[in-house]
Every structure is written in structure tokens, then in C-alpha cells.
T-cell receptor, first 118, second 109 residues
Framework: GAVVSQHPSRVICKSGTSVKIECRSLDFQATTMFWYRQFPKQSLMLMATSNEGSKATYEQGVEKDKFLINHASLTLSTLTVTSAHPEDSSFYIC??????????????FGPGTRLTVL | DAKTTQPNSMESNEEEPVHLPCNHSTISGTDYIHWYRQLPSQGPEYVIHGLTSNVNNRMASLAIAEDRKSSTLILHRATLRDAAVYYCILSNSGYALNFGKGTSLLVTP
């Protein structure tokens, strides 16, 4: 099956610093990737939709200037958390859309990145 | 987004079948029924999806009611590795997934 990787798997940073998370589709091209975050004991919440070569679309309540998304190629999307604060500590998960032979667009999820801001 | 209703938790014995129910009375004609599962500290894993007909794959079976207002995910023989949160999600193909609270499945030896 299609594989999506994320790097790093976990990161600890100081308050006020920026952190970049990479999401790669390893064996397929993805024109669309999604970014979710998950707080402890809660479900995944969609943050933004990332389309290759265009600006990301953010969900209501997600600050686009704080969570910078770049989808520069068909296999890579990056999420940069700028000026991170402790309340940004969360599990960040990306997914990539892969077109199957049946024309159904299946979402393949990455393993997630655990961000802890001290 | 059409909503789904799932039990908060279910319990099963190892090697027994598990039927995970999902109600989706407001489903639209173009909504696919997706099932994903998530183990602790991991990304969601695709389990199965369907539109109108029942579906089988190596992981599970999906039984869809004739009126499409409910569905059941069937794990034929639960193993300890099947303990996870199972999400039933409605979505058109290619759209972001709206995760609800899901069903936490506990499998006991």
C-alpha cells in the first residue's frame, strides 16, 4: 500500500521557537494533502488542506500566519509552527490523497509528529 | 457534513467476531462510508470503505443497510492487535475526513 512518512516523529522545543514538520508521500504523487492535529484524549481535527502549487485552505479558527503550510512538490508538504507556545503542544498528523485504480481517492495517513513546547 | 453515531466503547474476547455499529441517518447519496482505526500515538489506518454494497477485504467486512442509514464493521476474529479506536466517517471521495469520537475497542485474552 501507499506510504506516507512524517519527520520528525517527535520534537521538543522552547517557547517562541519555530518548528517545521515534513510530510512525504513515498511511492505516489499527491496533489492534495491534509493536516490534522489531535490533543490528548480527543479526536483528530482538520487544520488545513494543502494543494500542490497553491495556497493552503485553513479551517475556521486556525491561524494561517502561525501555521505555515507549503506544498511545493507532489510528494512533500511542510507545516511550520511559528513562535510555538505550550498550547501548541499536540500530535500533528498529515494525510495524502492517492488515486486508486477504481477512481476512489483514498487518504493515506502519516505516523504523526508529537510536538512538545516547553 | 453528515454525522455518524457510534458507541463510545466496546469489548470483545480474543478470536471472537466483533460487530462495530455506526448510525448515519443523514447520509447523502454521494457519501462514502469509511472506517479507519487508530492505535495510541499512531496515525489513523484505513480499514475499509463502501458506498452501497457490502464489502470485504483482508482486514474486515463492511455491511451496509439497504437504506444506507447504518453500517456495521465486522472483524471476523479479533486479536489483541485490533484494540484501537475505530472511526466511522462519511465523506465524498477526495475530501478531508471529519473524525468523530469513534468507538474504543478493547480486546481481552
Amino acid at each position: 500500500g501507499a506510504v506516507v512518512s512524517q519527520h520528525p516523529s517527535r520534537v521538543i522545543c522552547k517557547s517562541g521557537t519555530s518548528v517545521k514538520i515534513e510530510c512525504r508521500s513515498l511511492d505516489f504523487q499527491a496533489t492534495t494533502m491534509f493536516w490534522y492535529r489531535q490533543f490528548p484524549k480527543q479526536s483528530l481535527m482538520l487544520m488545513a488542506t494543502s494543494n500542490e502549487g497553491s495556497k493552503a485552505t485553513y479551517e475556521q479558527g486556525v491561524e494561517k500566519d502561525k501555521f505555515l503550510i507549503n506544498h511545493a512538490s507532489l510528494t512533500l508538504s511542510t507545516l511550520t509552527v511559528t513562535s510555538a507556545h505550550p498550547e501548541d503542544s499536540s500530535f500533528y498528523i498529515c494525510s495524502a490523497l492517492g488515486l486508486l485504480a477504481s477512481s476512489y481517492n483514498e487518504q493515506f495517513f502519516g505516523p504523526g509528529t508529537r510536538l512538545t513546547v516547553l | 457534513d453528515a454525522k455518524t453515531t457510534q458507541p463510545n466503547s466496546m469489548e470483545s474476547n480474543e478470536e471472537e467476531p466483533v460487530h462495530l455499529p455506526c448510525n448515519h441517518s443523514t447520509i447523502s447519496g454521494t457519501d462514502y462510508i469509511h472506517w479507519y482505526r487508530q492505535l495510541p500515538s499512531q496515525g489513523p489506518e484505513y480499514v475499509i470503505h463502501g458506498l452501497t454494497s457490502n464489502v470485504n477485504n483482508r482486514m474486515a467486512s463492511l455491511a451496509i443497510a439497504e437504506d444506507r442509514k447504518s453500517s456495521t464493521l465486522i472483524l471476523h476474529r479479533a486479536t489483541l492487535r485490533d484494540a484501537a479506536v475505530y472511526y466511522c466517517i462519511l465523506s465524498n471521495s477526495g475530501y478531508a475526513l471529519n473524525f468523530g469520537k469513534g468507538t474504543s475497542l478493547l480486546v481481552t485474552p
